[in-house]
């Protein structure tokens, strides 16, 4: 009799740890329940043992190889090597031309698993959603289903990334621009998750906002898909201007990074630290298209292929962008002293 209740009371006791586990996982990963004051996933990517992160940023790119995808890839492997590469990020138009058509869509291996191939890219892909993803089924890119298929797969429409050194926060920028509403032509989006639009738009900044400032990171890096300054074929947005960038001013943002305009690009400001990097050459690209009036401003712009790394120490980020021959194309560095200025 003793030892059915002293079994049955040990049971109990591994039920309440089972339980204060996923307590605990749920706490980890998700902001609110940790006292945060913001409601986005959070998750945690170790830097090196001595502190630096290797980062590379591909943007624009699945086109089933086409388009010099294959050589981007080749070429990113080969820099990928060389770098020692913690993580990659995807800035978004991961599937052309409409996403996702399911979980099933062959377009996965076809245009990443089979495409990115080299040993120095099977790293964990943090990557969000472009415009044309949501053209397709956007909730399949979500899925846990592609990361059990590919388990360098990592897709959310927005959250936030703890990298010790440097924070990423990345945002879901399509739903700010007015045009896929008001004027989408045939395209066909997929709204699920995103409507009512204002309200979904005004949460994810009131969200950010309150991760930046609670953020004690040394580096703020946002990422989105969409531009905020571009002189490419489509140029500034205007809803990320007015809404987002003076979120980033006022938080001390380092650096915001995009894809959509299928360029390489590195705009800076006159009137803040922040820096403007565009990085959608991963595949089809030659647009044409400049459009910049202020020389002061634009570091940079390259109209072909390639793709850009990031080098991040406590004190230095080294950026870095590629050709798809793997000739460094531009190059810029900012420096931070050790001790927190604020
Ligand atoms: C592939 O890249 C080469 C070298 O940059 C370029 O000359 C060529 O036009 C590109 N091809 C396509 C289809 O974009
Ligand atoms: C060039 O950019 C400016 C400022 O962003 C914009 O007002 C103008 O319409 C653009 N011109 C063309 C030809 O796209």
């Avoid at 388009?67 to 820099?79: C, E, K, W």
């Amino acid at each position: 009799m003793f030892s059915k209740n002293y079994n049955s009371n040990n049971n109990i006791i591994l039920m309440i740890f089972l339980v204060l586990e996923i307590i605990y996982l749920f706490i980890i990963n998700v902001g609110t329940v940790n006292g945060d004051n913001y409601n986005l996933p959070r998750f945690e990517h170790p830097a090196k043992s001595d502190g630096s992160l290797g980062i590379m940023v591909v943007g624009d790119w699945g086109r089933k190889g086409h388009y010099n995808q294959s050589q981007v890839a080749l070429q990113m492997g080969v820099i990928g090597e060389k770098m020692d590469l913690d993580f990659v990020i995807s800035t978004g138009d991961n599937f052309y031309p409409n996403g996702l058509i399911n979980v099933n869509d062959p377009a996965f291996d076809e245009s990443f698993t089979n495409v990115y191939t080299a040993p120095s890219l099977q790293k964990q892909w943090y990557s969000v959603l472009g415009n044309h993803d949501y053209r397709g089924d956007a909730l399949a890119q979500l899925s846990p289903i592609l990361s059990r298929k590919d388990s360098k797969w990592f897709c959310l429409k927005s959250y936030i990334l703890n990298a010790e050194i440097a924070e990423f926060l990345f945002i879901d920028t399509t739903p700010f621009q007015d045009k896929y509403f008001t004027n989408p032509g045939d395209e066909v989006y997929d709204w699920r998750g995103v409507l009512p639009r204002d309200k979904y738009i005004s949460t994810l900044l009131k969200d950010l906002e309150s991760a930046l400032v609670e953020s004690s990171a040394k580096w703020k890096i946002v990422v989105g898909h969409h531009t905020i300054r571009s002189a490419g074929i489509h140029g500034n947005t205007q809803e990320l201007v007015q809404k987002l960038l003076p979120i980033l001013q006022a938080n001390n943002v380092d650096l915001y990074i995009n894809g959509h305009d299928h360029c390489l690009e590195h705009i800076s400001s006159i009137d803040s630290p922040l820096q403007f990097l565009t990085s959608g050459g991963g595949s089809k690209s030659w647009r044409g298209g400049y459009n910049w009036s202020n020389p002061n401003e634009m570091k940079f712009y390259y109209d072909g292929q390639g793709f850009m790394t990031m080098k991040i120490t406590q004190t230095e980020v080294d950026i870095n962008f590629y050709d798809i021959l793997g000739n460094v194309l531009h190059q810029w560095s900012a420096s931070k002293s050790l001790i927190s200025t604020i």
